[in-house]
């Protein structure tokens, strides 16, 4: 690949990606609408168009000449999917339609899409695996994996091949932690360096498969550069589930203070229970397998927030 549009790449993920891929010598765009990410998340050595994909005229020039299109831009947060399921429908499929006409007549080659874990739901007895009938509990799983089949369909019916990767619970640095839907980690992190109590919804015994960030960019990578995609759904993750009071005590640890008492609150309705992923089809299909421990990312995490206190709520 040598040109490559990262879509959501003023975002958690996708100014990660975008770094990575400069870091390889990539040209890299990036398309985002700054409504989630934010201007400075965006790498020096890229170019920036301000778009919202769900309205296309501005994708057509970013997208020119690309081969590849690594699609991160979404609405991340089941809770506002269940508020608002037309905006999700609009974010996260509607403008994933776009994306895909618009690779297709731009000649792109490989399209590589952030899906989620969110679309199994909460019928899964053990590791969830990709063969599985997927039951989403939430909008937003139900928008990414409609998503999911429309980009399955794509390389027989538009001719762009493409990979869908359902990552689990990614965390790191840059993720945001200023809205109470933000990823957990990003929130109990500025809470134990604040010296406050985090709020659990439920009883903490809820598990997920938290995924470093730096693991997630490996994954897009070796999805780009695969041989065939074939429009193949994998699971991101490392199976090795982790629950919420479990998690408290690891930040906690990281951040070197004292394991203060968790306030409970109801439990979010749409909250799966557990979620583990199944590794193998992944490390079959593009040599992927995750490769930072929890405490690991942890560190580099907690770093992160110490070095950017204005990042806090
Ligand atoms: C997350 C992602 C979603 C992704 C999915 C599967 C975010 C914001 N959402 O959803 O995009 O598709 O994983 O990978 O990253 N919790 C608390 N206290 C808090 C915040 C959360 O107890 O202050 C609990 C939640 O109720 C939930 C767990 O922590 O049980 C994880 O929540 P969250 O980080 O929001 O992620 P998911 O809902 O799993």
């Excluded at 994996?145 to 001719?159: C, D, I, Q, S, T």
């Excluded at 200023?178 to 809470?191: D, E, H, K, R, W």
């Excluded at 985090?198 to 994954?219: E, K, L, M, N």
């Excluded at 749409?270 to 979620?275: E, K, T, W, Y």
């Amino acid at each position: 690949m040598t040109r490559v549009l990262v879509t959501g790449g003023a975002g958690f993920i996708g100014s990660h990606i975008a770094d990575a891929l400069l870091a390889r010598g990539d040209e890299v765009i990036v398309a985002d609408d700054l409504s989630s990410g934010h201007r400075e998340n965006v790498p020096a050595g890229a170019r920036f168009v301000e778009a919202d994909l769900a309205e296309p005229e501005t994708l057509t020039d970013a997208i020119a000449g690309c081969d590849g299109v690594i699609h991160c831009a979404a609405r991340a947060s089941v809770t506002t999917s269940i508020d608002d399921p037309v905006h999700s429908n609009r974010a996260n499929l509607q403008a994933s339609t776009r994306l895909l006409l618009a690779a297709r007549d731009a000649g792109v080659r490989r399209l590589v899409y952030s899906s989620t874990s969110a679309v199994y739901g909460d019928e899964v007895e053990g590791e969830a695996h990709e063969a599985l009938r997927e039951r989403p509990v939430s909008p937003y799983g139900m928008n990414k994996l409609a998503a999911e089949h429309l980009f399955r369909m794509a390389p027989a019916l538009y001719g762009v091949d493409t990979v869908c990767l359902r990552y689990f619970n990614v965390y790191g640095p840059r993720q945001d932690p200023s809205s109470p839907y933000s990823g957990v980690i990003s929130l109990f992190v500025t809470a134990a360096l604040e010296g406050r109590p985090p709020t659990i919804y439920g009883d903490g015994g809820q598990s997920r498969d938290f995924t470093f960030v730096g693991d997630v960019v490996r994954a897009n990578l070796a999805a780009l550069d695969a041989p065939v995609g074939g429009g193949a759904a994998v699971n991101i993750g490392g199976g090795r589930p982790t629950d919420l009071l479990a998690l408290w005590a690891a930040i906690c640890r990281a951040c070197g203070v004292d394991n203060l008492q968790p306030d409970h609150g109801p439990a979010r309705p749409g909250d799966i229970r557990h979620s583990r992923a199944a590794v193998a089809r992944v490390a079959e299909l593009l040599g992927w397998r995750a490769e930072v421990p929890l405490d690991a990312g942890l560190e580099a995490t907690v770093a992160w927030y110490r070095a950017h206190p204005l990042a806090a709520p």
